[in-house]
């Protein structure tokens, strides 16, 4: 791990933990002795780690609370700690800006890039338009996982036959109560705003409500005063995307935004797309009772995953359940309903021919066809900056350029969903942290295909690196041969305990 852009290393056996950061404490070694005393000290910032994906963590990260500290030892340990980053963080600056570093964007991109800023010793900005933690937060992985995990728990308990296999027996019939789910995830994402957003005033940086509007060279607009930064990172996130010809009320026809509130459960919805969002949608709305109809533009159901494992989501995901679908067609006009009253109505047309082919009424329809930039009226296009299709086009470095394979703007970068790179909270997180290294003069490349995905279903999805068709073409063009192992669940001891065989892990090489 990098801590003061000194690299470290982290060792752990099952009673000792050391961290040897080079930079702190002048050459001496911190020690925690035992793994008990190490959790107190660490437990906070793994779980913030986890919560936001962020794979990389700093010194400033260590300085989490002293409340999780109970021992004297422990406390006087987090004390050396905080002094010695405090006095490094509080070292006079000669500079004629407000902020070493202004960040436009307080979701994980932007939390991730605050936090190993601070930790850098820059005087650190972050204007949250009122929206800390961003998309993922409020209105995506975390409420999202939280309505998964109780759905989860409804199918499993449901599933008489897998649980008598398992020698357990359940009485009377499992109910829900789906106001209490939609509850649990407003409160987990209440909770984990609350708490990055004291991680940020805690470790320093300012943060700052107002949503910034970028102004110019060093200049950031927010509210009615000008904040200046000798570098800005915009990290404005993402919104759901809406085709045109599909009216959205949040209420019979709605997004993911409008699905997580879980205002009820219909009968019978369908989904729009057939990605991350509308797969996980589809587990959540058929676990709870919902019948499913898929809508997909593509010839096939998940035409972005790897060929092979699309075949076996079909099959563990789909085919078991009350789901059925409409392929190799658009959804050329949605118009919402009256819940009870009047169906949402759909009109299909062939994605080739554009010729209708039939229409769907039904009781609700999830939106789930992707997400646009959320980078309108932030000044860009009035300070000369050209986006493709609202997002912002960067370089390798995250340096925003002019236009489309343009200049370089000095010192001002783009993360996360706004350029486009890779849309993933955790891409984001690995972004702003990967600026800051810019920043400080350490050059740094984010490799994406190190970053994975993982699609949160029952059983779940996930991936790194390319699928088996990107590797053949990648292969072809230049010139090399690629292999693959492939291990099914039903070789493992684990998944034949747990009674779910039904799966497989595959590697790609070279």
């Known amino acids: 791990r990098r801590v003061h852009g000194d690299l470290h290393p982290i060792t752990c056996n099952p009673t000792i933990l050391y961290i040897h950061p080079p930079s702190l404490l002048g050459k001496k070694r911190i020690r925690c002795l035992n793994v008990t005393t190490a959790m107190r000290l660490f437990a906070p910032i793994l779980l913030s780690a986890l919560l936001c994906n962020a794979f990389t963590f700093s010194a400033g990260n260590l300085l989490s609370s002293s409340k999780f500290l109970t021992r004297e030892a422990d406390v006087q340990q987090h004390s050396a700690l905080e002094a010695a980053v405090s006095k490094k963080q509080a070292a006079p600056r000669n500079s004629p800006y407000d902020y070493d570093v202004l960040i436009i964007g307080a979701g994980v991109g932007g939390h991730g890039a605050a936090l190993h800023s601070v930790s850098n010793g820059l005087k650190t900005g972050i204007l949250t338009g009122k929206d800390v933690g961003g998309t993922c937060v409020n209105r995506g992985c975390v409420p999202s996982k939280a309505l998964l995990a109780a759905a989860g728990r409804v199918r499993e308990m449901r599933d008489a036959d897998h649980l008598k296999s398992l020698g357990i027996t359940v009485e009377g019939t499992v109910e829900f109560d789906r106001e209490g789910i939609a509850k649990h995830a407003a409160n987990l994402a209440s909770n984990v705003r609350s708490n990055l957003e004291k991680s940020l005033k805690g470790l320093g940086v300012d943060v700052i409500e107002e949503r910034g509007v970028y102004s110019g060279a060093h200049k950031v607009k927010a509210g ?23 009216t959205v009320d949040e209420k019979t026809v709605f997004t993911s935004d409008g699905g997580l509130k879980l205002e009820r459960v219909p009968e019978w919805v369908a989904i729009i797309g057939s990605g991350y969002i509308g797969l996980e949608f589809s587990d959540v709305f058929t676990a709870l009772g919902s019948e499913v109809t898929f809508i997909e533009a593509a010839d096939k159901l998940m035409p972005t995953f790897d060929n092979e494992i699309a075949r076996v989501a079909e099959r563990v995901l789909i085919r078991p359940r009350k789901i059925d679908s409409r392929v190799g067609v658009f959804a050329s006009e949605v118009t919402p309903g009256i819940p009870g009253v009047k169906p949402v109505t759909i009109k299909l047309v062939d994605a080739k021919t554009k010729k209708h082919v039939e229409t769907l009424e039904v009781d609700a329809c999830m939106v789930a066809t992707g997400r646009a930039p959320n980078t309108k009226n932030m000044g860009l296009e009035e300070n000369g900056i050209v986006t493709e299709r609202g997002f912002i086009q960067v370089n390798e470095k995250m340096q925003v350029l002019d236009k489309k394979n343009g200049v370089v703007i000095p010192h001002l970068w783009a993360i996360g969903d706004a350029n486009g790179k890779m849309m993933l909270a955790h891409a ?24 994975p995905a993982a699609c949160f279903t029952h059983p779940e999805i996930s991936f790194v690196g390319m699928t088996e068709e990107q590797a053949r073409t990648k292969a072809k063009a230049e010139g090399f041969e690629i292999a693959k192992s492939v291990s099914h669940f039903r070789a493992n001891s684990k998944a034949l305990a747990e009674g779910e065989a039904d799966g497989i892990a595959k590697i790609i090489y070279r």
């Open 224 to 246: 009615d005063r000008i904040i200046t930064a000798q570098d800005i990172i915009l990290a404005p996130g993402s919104v759901p995307f809406v085709p045109p010809g599909v």
């Open 428 to 451: 984001a997180s690995a972004q702003g942290i990967s600026v800051i290294e810019n920043i400080k003069g350490r050059t740094h490349v984010v490799d994406h295909n190190t970053v």
